[in-house]
C-alpha cells in the first residue's frame, strides 16, 4: 500500500516528538507499504525544526519519505500557533495536485492534534479513491476548552467542533490513542463500528541501542547517589499539567529521610521550579536540563523510581496515553503515578502506586513506601511493568495492529 499519513508536529528520533508517524512508518515499511509523511516545518515540541527553501520540499529521512510543509514560528500557545496551523492546512490545500502527481495513495491518514486537517485529507483521499482514516490523539476542541477555559461559542472553538464532527461523520476508520472515547465520539456523530483504539508505544530498537548520557551529567548523577540512599525521579516535559510544585512539595515533606528528587526535561516551567527550589531551599531536589531521547534508558537506569503526575482535569476521564508512562515501565523501574484518569496502566500491570493528582502528601506517603521496600520489591515491581509493555505497548505491535484496520473491510 501507498500511506499518506498527515502529522502536523511528525519528527523523527533525531528531531523529538512527534515520535509515532517516524516509529510506525519504520514499522510498515518492513511489510512492504510506502508511507509520505507529511508534516510542518516548526513545531513548538520538536528538539530541531527542519530548514527548507520554499514553501515545500521532500526530504528522506532513514528511507521515509517526509513532505515538509513551510509553516512560521510560534512559541507554544501564543496567538501565532494558530496561524501555523491555519498556514499548513492552506499550504496542504494547494500542495495536493502535486502530491498527487508524484504518488497515488491507497490509505489517507490525517493524524494531528488538531482536526482542521481532515479536510485536505479528505480532499485527497476523494480525489485518489483512497480509505480515509482518522487518528485521534487528543480530543479537540474539548482539550482547549476543559483545559484553557475556551467557551464553546468561541469561533476557534466552532471551527474545531465543525471540523471534529466532520472527521467521525466522514472517516471510514477512526483510530484513538485514548482508550475511552468511543461514545463521545458517537455523541459527534460517529458509527461504533468504525472505532479503533492503538495506544502509544516504545520502540524496541531505541532500547536495544540507547546511546549514553553526557560525562558531566553522569558524574553530577553518581555524586546525588553518593549521598542518597534512594532517588525518584521525573524526566519529561516542565509545563503546568505535569503539576511539578506538587512534587516539590512532596519533596520538602520527606526531608527526614535519605531520598533525593531528580528532574531531567524542558519548558516553560523550567525557571519557576528552578526558582522555587533555590528561594525555599530544597535542597534534596536537583534539576537537570532534558538528554536526547536514545539517551532515556541510560539515565533511567540511575534511579530507585519514577514519578509521573497530571494536573487533575476532567479531560482525562478518556484516558490517557503518554510515551514517558511507557518509558518508564518499559525500563524496569517501578512508578508513582498522580493522575486520575479513565484507564491506569500502573494499576493494571501492577509496577507502582497511584495516588490522587496535585496531592503533595499522597505524592510524599507513596515515596515513604518505596523508600522502604527492598531492592528485591522494587525489582518485582519494575519487571511487572515492563513485562505489561512488551505484551501491550511495542511499536513494532502497534504497528502491525495499524496494518489489520487499514486492510479491514478492505
Not at 527542519?50 to 526530504?59: L, T, V
Not at 558524574?219 to 512534587?247: C, H, M, P, W
Not at 515492563?386 to 489489520?404: G, T
Request: some cysteine; aromatic content about 12%; charged content about 20%.
Amino acid at each position: 500500500m501507498n500511506i499518506l499519513l498527515i502529522n502536523h508536529y511528525a519528527g523523527s528520533d533525531k528531531m523529538g516528538m512527534e515520535y509515532r508517524p517516524y516509529y510506525f512508518a519504520k514499522e510498515w515499511k518492513k511489510y512492504g507499504h510506502h508511507t509520505t509523511v507529511v508534516a510542518a516545518t516548526h513545531s513548538h515540541i520538536r528538539t530541531r525544526n527542519p530548514g527548507i527553501e520554499g514553501n515545500y520540499s521532500y526530504k528522506d529521512i532513514e528511507g521515509i519519505e517526509y513532505l515538509w510543509i513551510k509553516t512560521p514560528g510560534y512559541k507554544s500557545n501564543s496567538p501565532k500557533r494558530f496561524i501555523n496551523m491555519l498556514t499548513f492546512v492552506f499550504r496542504l490545500f494547494f500542495l495536493i495536485k502535486t502530491i498527487l502527481k508524484k504518488r497515488k495513495y491507497d490509505v489517507v491518514i490525517a493524524s494531528s492534534t488538531y482536526p482542521l486537517d481532515i479536510f485536505p485529507a479528505s480532499k485527497i483521499a476523494k480525489k485518489c479513491s483512497a480509505q480515509l482514516i482518522y487518528e485521534v490523539h487528543d480530543l479537540w476542541p474539548l482539550s482547549p476548552m476543559e483545559l484553557g477555559g475556551y467557551s464553546k461559542w468561541h469561533p476557534f472553538i466552532l471551527l474545531m467542533q465543525y471540523a471534529e464532527n466532520f472527521a467521525y461523520k466522514n472517516s471510514d476508520k477512526v483510530v484513538s490513542l485514548l482508550p475511552k472515547t468511543k461514545e463521545h465520539m458517537m455523541e459527534h456523530g460517529l458509527k461504533e463500528e468504525k472505532w479503533y483504539c492503538i495506544p502509544n508505544g516504545i520502540s524496541r530498537e531505541e532500547w536495544g541501542e540507547h546511546k549514553a548520557i553526557p560525562a558531566d551529567v553522569s558524574a553530577q548523577l553518581l555524586s546525588i547517589r553518593e549521598k542518597y540512599s534512594r532517588v525518584v525521579a521525573y524526566t519529561g516535559t516542565y509545563g503546568l499539567a505535569n503539576a511539578l510544585d506538587s512534587f516539590i512539595d512532596a519533596a520538602k515533606m520527606v526531608s527526614d529521610i535519605s531520598v533525593a528528587f531528580v528532574l531531567f526535561g524542558k519548558g516553560p516551567l523550567q525557571a519557576h521550579l528552578m526558582s522555587r527550589i533555590e528561594k525555599e531551599s530544597v535542597s534534596n531536589v536537583f534539576i537537570f536540563d532534558s538528554v536526547p531521547k536514545r539517551s532515556v534508558p541510560a539515565l533511567i537506569s540511575f534511579f530507585d523510581f519514577l514519578y509521573i503526575g497530571l494536573q487533575n482535569k476532567p479531560l482525562f476521564r478518556f484516558g490517557i496515553s503518554p510515551n514517558k508512562l511507557m518509558d518508564y515501565m518499559m525500563s524496569g523501574k517501578p512508578v508513582i503515578q498522580a493522575i486520575k484518569a479513565g484507564n491506569d496502566m500502573v494499576a493494571d500491570a501492577g509496577c507502582g502506586i497511584s495516588v490522587e493528582p496535585e496531592n503533595s502528601a499522597a505524592i510524599a506517603e507513596a515515596v515513604r513506601k518505596m523508600f522502604a521496600m527492598s531492592d528485591q520489591e522494587l525489582f518485582i515491581l519494575g519487571e511487572n511493568g515492563k513485562k505489561y509493555i512488551l505484551s501491550h505497548h511495542v511499536n513494532d505491535i502497534l504497528a502491525k495492529q495499524f496494518i489489520d484496520v487499514m486492510t479491514l473491510n478492505q
